[in-house]
């Protein structure tokens, strides 16, 4: 956990966070060195508390419906380094130093793919 800055999740901080009506709250990953966004994925109550404790990040899978650490698997972890929250308070921004790949097609981002206007 040397990496995440000293992070509390007060009581006040917490009645401000608006999850949506399934308990989820979105989660912006991006890297902390280069800004580069990695991906995005869900967090709930509990996977937030988890990546504040364990300083990886833990999501909610809303299709398995179960937690999953990013790197679990693949050994790609990403250690927090800063975790903020949007002006309407329903959006995570989480700053993370990306050991590999962020994206399971083994790119460094998910967001590799660009909307071309036809010609």
């Known amino acids: 956990m040397k990496d995440l800055e000293k992070v509390i999740l ?4 917490l ?11 979105p989660a912006i990953i991006q890297d902390a ?6 991906m995005l994925a869900y967090m709930n109550l ?16 809303r299709s398995r419906k179960e937690f999953w650490v990013k790197g679990m698997t693949s050994g790609h ?12 308070c329903d959006t995570l921004l989480i700053k993370v130093r990306q050991v590999g790949a962020a994206c399971h097609t083994n790119r ?3 967001f590799y793919r660009k909307i071309r206007k036809e010609s």
């Open 108 to 110: 460094k981002s998910c």
């Open 46 to 61: 509990a996977s937030l508390k988890k990546t504040i404790n364990e300083g990886k990040t833990c999501f909610w899978s």
């Open 15 to 25: 009645k401000k966070l608006r999850f949506d009506p399934a308990g989820l709250i």
């Open 33 to 38: 060195q280069t800004g580069e966004v990695l």
């Open 77 to 88: 972890f990403q250690y927090v380094k800063a975790i903020y929250y949007d002006c309407d």
């Open 10 to 13: 007060t009581p006040r901080t």
